[in-house]
Structure formats: structure tokens, C-alpha cells
């Protein structure tokens, strides 16, 4: 499952997409540690899988929260993509 | 002083189905979806549709299930305690307290979905209340990707309700009077309810009609939700449910930007969230029967 987490609002397109049949392939999930904000979790999704996704109470304001980590690493990039082995993630801005 | 209208106010609804008899069900479901302004709930026997209530949600979510709830079991001779399985959906899920499971309203809609529209539909999208989702689904009504926009009004039911108040239009006759006009107006904002108020009502002095500014405001929301669908891959067959599906002025205009029509809903499009947890509850109950 493809999961994009994020919104579009009226200054663009803000989502964080997880490939989550990748996810379940992966024991380490290195994203979670990798993410300077902690904005990502654990989580059992509605068909038993253990997968990450982004936390409820930071979907609303990723443009934000990822501002500083994605400045560092350029646009497209973050410390989320780089630590997932499988390329699981993907930002859309 | 005189009397306020309630444009928005759509109408609630219930139903029984007359051909079947809960007694003769082995397994007896329940799906509740309590969503941010309606609440719905679905009774399954054996999985074929019982009965169903859809009425709007309270300041009170747990209330507002309940409610739902009661008023689908109204008169069938069922009570909460003869359900065999109960599962919660919607923003309100966690309030569901007399549910056994609650689960997101992404694959509730995915699987009411598949049982509303049949194994064919690939893309649903679902207009709801406060927000939008557009959800991929395989033939088993499993979720393949989706994506959900809550951060803002437009595209949503509400922003609906808010052009309702503002032209006095009853909500049941909004998509039909955006039909009736001679060329398709320039859409206002798409990004913004408040903003798109603000530039209605400039419309409206500057002597556009009553149907012309609803015919902007339908083809923004419609272009609102397309730019949504084309972010995650529009696949036929397609589907709407949600309140907004029963706009025809939004229906139309998603169809024609699209080029694609949207299936004909069997049952009420408000309904899906609640179906596809009756539906989850049934597999559930008899995953429990089997492990005891």
C-alpha cells in the first residue's frame, strides 16, 4: 500500500508518500531514527502489518516540520530517504 | 424577527430491508461511522445489507454512535446486544465505545466500496464532511494507496453547506441549479472556503445569478478533487461516495475533467464507511469463531 500523508493547501502539494509493502519487508526501519523531528511511527495498520507512517498531529504541517532537515538535504531529499534502504519514501516537494 | 433557514440542512435517512430476517443470520454485524458531520451505521446479515440509518453527528461523538446505531436497529426487533461484532470508523472511531474494534475510515471506504460498486472499482473517491480521500483499491476491496486531504475546507461537504447559507439554496438543489447555466463560468478559488465566500459574494454584486456562482464554486471543487485523483493515479472503474456524491453539479464536472463516468451507487454514498466496517466485523466475527 501506498500510503501520502500530507495535504495541498493553497501554497502546493505537501506529502510524505510510504510504500508500505516495502516497510514490512524491512526489520530495522532505520526512518525512525533517522528523522531529526520524530514525526515517525510504529504503527499496526488495519491489516496487521507493522508499518511506519507519518504521527496524526504532524500530517497538517510537514511543510514546516520538515523545513530545517529538508534544507540540509536539498529539495526532494530528507534524512527519512536517505535511511530508507528500500526507497520506500518519497516527498513530493 | 425573522426566521433563519437552514440551507445546509440535508435530509437524514433510514432503511430496513424487507426481504430479510435477522432471525435466520448466523453472523450479525455492525458497522458505525462517525464522521465530522454525519454519522452512519449498517447492519449486515451474512453480509447482505439489513438496515441502515444516516443521520448528522452531534457535538458528542460517542452519543452521535449510539444514536446512529439505535436508530438503524429501530424497529427490527434487534438489539445492540444481539450483534455478534461491532466496529467503529470515522474521525469519531475512538468514541465508538460499545464497538469491539475500530478501524481507519481509509479501508472501510475501500471495502464498502468494493460491496456497493462490485469488484470492478479501482479508484473511489470519497467526499466527505471535512475532508477528501482518494483511495486505490484491488479487487478484494483492499487498499493499494491512498491519500487524504483534511488540512482545508474546499472540496468538502462543508465548504458546500457554507455556499448553501451564503446564496440560500437548499443543499438537495445546489448541483442541479449549477447545471443551468448557458457556458461554464470561471471557477473561483479552489484553495480556500473562506476566500471563495469572499469572491462569491463580489460576484454576486457584480450582477453574476444565483445558479452562475454555483456553477464556479462546483467546478472549483471539482478541479479541487481532480488534482487530488491525478496525485495518486486515477484506474477505472471509478467511484464517489460521500455526501457530495449526490451533487450531480460536482458529479459531472469530476466526470468531464476526467473523461471517465462514475459508477451508479447501489445503496446511499454516505453510507460506504459504515458498510465496509460491517463488513470488517464480519470477517473479524468469524476469525473468532474459528480461534474460539
Request: net charge negative; proline share 2%; aromatic share 8%.
Given at each position: 500500500?501506498?500510503?501520502?500523508?500530507?495535504?495541498?493547501?493553497?501554497?502546493?502539494?505537501?506529502?510524505?508518500?510510504?510504500?508500505?509493502?516495502?516497510?514490512?519487508?524491512?526489520?530495522?526501519?532505520?526512518c525512525?531514527?533517522?528523522?531529526?523531528?520524530?514525526?515517525?511511527?510504529?504503527?499496526?495498520?488495519?491489516?496487521?502489518?507493522?508499518?511506519?507512517?507519518?504521527?496524526?498531529?504532524?500530517?497538517?504541517?510537514i511543510?514546516?516540520?520538515?523545513?530545517?532537515?529538508?534544507?540540509?538535504?536539498?529539495?526532494?531529499?530528507?534524512?527519512?530517504?536517505?535511511?530508507?534502504?528500500?526507497?520506500?519514501?518519497?516527498?513530493?516537494? | 424577527?425573522?426566521?433563519?433557514?437552514?440551507?445546509?440542512?440535508w435530509?437524514?435517512?433510514?432503511w430496513?430491508?424487507?426481504?430479510?430476517?435477522?432471525?435466520?443470520?448466523?453472523?450479525?454485524?455492525?458497522?458505525?461511522d462517525?464522521?465530522?458531520?454525519?454519522?452512519?451505521?449498517?447492519?449486515?446479515?451474512?453480509?447482505?445489507?439489513?438496515?441502515?440509518?444516516?443521520?448528522?453527528?452531534?457535538?458528542?461523538?460517542?452519543?452521535?454512535?449510539?444514536?446512529?446505531?439505535?436508530?438503524?436497529?429501530?424497529?427490527?426487533?434487534?438489539?445492540?446486544?444481539?450483534?455478534?461484532?461491532?466496529?467503529?470508523t470515522?474521525?469519531?472511531?475512538?468514541?465508538?465505545?460499545?464497538?469491539?474494534?475500530?478501524?481507519?475510515?481509509?479501508?472501510?471506504?475501500?471495502?464498502g466500496?468494493?460491496?456497493?460498486?462490485?469488484p470492478?472499482?479501482?479508484?473511489?473517491?470519497?467526499?466527505?464532511?471535512?475532508?477528501?480521500?482518494?483511495?486505490?483499491?484491488?479487487?478484494?476491496?483492499?487498499?493499494?494507496?491512498?491519500?487524504?486531504?483534511?488540512?482545508?475546507?474546499?472540496?468538502?461537504?462543508?465548504?458546500?453547506?457554507?455556499?448553501?447559507?451564503?446564496?440560500?439554496?437548499?443543499?438537495?438543489?445546489?448541483?442541479?441549479?449549477?447545471l443551468?447555466?448557458?457556458?461554464?463560468?470561471?471557477?473561483?478559488?479552489?484553495?480556500?472556503?473562506?476566500?471563495?465566500?469572499?469572491?462569491?459574494?463580489?460576484?454576486?454584486?457584480?450582477?453574476?445569478?444565483?445558479?452562475?456562482?454555483?456553477?464556479?464554486?462546483?467546478?472549483?471543487?471539482?478541479?479541487?478533487?481532480?488534482?487530488?485523483?491525478?496525485?495518486?493515479?486515477?484506474?477505472?472503474?471509478?467511484?464517489?461516495?460521500?455526501?457530495?456524491?449526490?451533487?450531480?453539479?460536482?458529479?459531472?464536472?469530476?466526470?468531464?475533467?476526467?473523461?471517465?463516468?462514475?459508477?451508479?451507487?447501489?445503496?446511499?454514498?454516505?453510507?460506504?464507511?459504515?458498510?465496509?466496517?460491517?463488513?470488517?466485523?464480519?470477517a473479524?466475527?468469524?476469525?473468532?469463531?474459528?480461534?474460539?
Amino acid at each position: 500500500m501506498i500510503a501520502h500523508y500530507g495535504y495541498k493547501d493553497g501554497s502546493g502539494d505537501f506529502f510524505i508518500s510510504i510504500d508500505t509493502d516495502k516497510c514490512t519487508q524491512c526489520s530495522d526501519k532505520p526512518c525512525l531514527e533517522a528523522c531529526p523531528e520524530k514525526i515517525i511511527e510504529l504503527f499496526t495498520d488495519d491489516y496487521d502489518d507493522e508499518v511506519v507512517g507519518i504521527k496524526a498531529s504532524e500530517r497538517n504541517k510537514i511543510k514546516y516540520t520538515c523545513l530545517t532537515c529538508k534544507s540540509t538535504f536539498g529539495a526532494g531529499h530528507a534524512a527519512c530517504i536517505e535511511a530508507c534502504l528500500l526507497e520506500a519514501i518519497e516527498h513530493s516537494w | 424577527m425573522t426566521e433563519k433557514n437552514e440551507f445546509w440542512r440535508w435530509e437524514e435517512s433510514r432503511w430496513k430491508n424487507p426481504d430479510l430476517d435477522w432471525e435466520n443470520a448466523e453472523v450479525i454485524t455492525l458497522g458505525v461511522d462517525v464522521g465530522s458531520v454525519s454519522s452512519q451505521a449498517v447492519i449486515l446479515c451474512d453480509g447482505e445489507l439489513f438496515a441502515y440509518s444516516n443521520m448528522r453527528t452531534g457535538y458528542d461523538s460517542s452519543e452521535s454512535a449510539l444514536n446512529a446505531a439505535s436508530w438503524a436497529l429501530e424497529g427490527t426487533g434487534l438489539t445492540l446486544d444481539d450483534i455478534h461484532f461491532k466496529v467503529g470508523t470515522g474521525y469519531g472511531r475512538v468514541n465508538v465505545t460499545f464497538a469491539d474494534r475500530n478501524i481507519t475510515e481509509i479501508a472501510c471506504h475501500a471495502r464498502g466500496g468494493n460491496l456497493m460498486y462490485g469488484p470492478t472499482v479501482r479508484t473511489i473517491l470519497d467526499m466527505g464532511g471535512q475532508d477528501c480521500k482518494v483511495i486505490r483499491c484491488d479487487e478484494r476491496g483492499k487498499v493499494v494507496s491512498f491519500l487524504m486531504n483534511d488540512k482545508c475546507a474546499a472540496g468538502t461537504g462543508r465548504g458546500i453547506e457554507v455556499f448553501t447559507d451564503l446564496l440560500g439554496v437548499p443543499i438537495g438543489e445546489v448541483g442541479q441549479r449549477s447545471l443551468r447555466v448557458e457556458m461554464e463560468p470561471e471557477p473561483v478559488s479552489s484553495t480556500c472556503v473562506v476566500f471563495a465566500k469572499s469572491e462569491a459574494i463580489g460576484l454576486l454584486h457584480a450582477g453574476w445569478s444565483t445558479e452562475k456562482v454555483l456553477a464556479a464554486y462546483c467546478l472549483a471543487t471539482a478541479n479541487r478533487v481532480v488534482s487530488l485523483l491525478e496525485r495518486v493515479g486515477m484506474v477505472k472503474d471509478f467511484a464517489i461516495t460521500g455526501g457530495i456524491a449526490k451533487n450531480v453539479g460536482v458529479v459531472s464536472r469530476i466526470e468531464k475533467i476526467l473523461g471517465v463516468s462514475a459508477l451508479e451507487p447501489k445503496y446511499d454514498t454516505q453510507i460506504a464507511g459504515a458498510m465496509g466496517a460491517a463488513l470488517f466485523a464480519k470477517a473479524l466475527a468469524e476469525k473468532k469463531a474459528k480461534t474460539g
